[in-house]
């Protein structure tokens, strides 16, 4: 987990907070679902909200490529939880670099303040 300071930082762009987004396997597994080959990770941010990025695998369409010899293919869905209860409508991109770039404002706000 980073402090508030280094959020601030890790979010300072909008090519910054999509490369976090991006990164989610580095926000730590939460829990797999290994019958149906899920993999889900989150990041707990500071206004009690949760990024998820939830991992699967699916089968190649056909013609598309694939990495070396694998058969299957790496897929990602990203979700934004507000509140208690997890929404399980994917969250477009933007909703979630805006969310990164609200909270990096309001932090640097805060410690502005202390």
Not at 69 to 88: A, E, I, M
Request: charged share 25%; glycine share 4%; aromatic share 14%.
């Amino acid at each position: 987990m980073f402090n508030n300071l280094e959020l601030t930082k890790l979010w300072s762009n909008d090519q910054k907070r999509k490369a976090f987004i991006q990164d989610y396997r580095a926000w730590g597994v939460w829990f797999t679902q290994p019958e149906l080959d899920l993999t889900f990770y989150k990041y707990d941010m500071p206004d009690c909200s949760r990024l998820i990025a939830m991992e699967y695998l699916r089968a190649p369409y056909p013609g598309e490529k694939t990495d070396g010899n694998s058969s299957t293919v790496t897929c990602v869905k990203h979700y934004l939880q507000r509140g208690d209860y997890f929404n399980p409508s994917s969250a477009p991109g933007y909703q979630m670099t805006e969310h990164l770039k609200y909270l990096k404002e309001k932090l640097a706000k805060e410690q502005r303040e202390v």
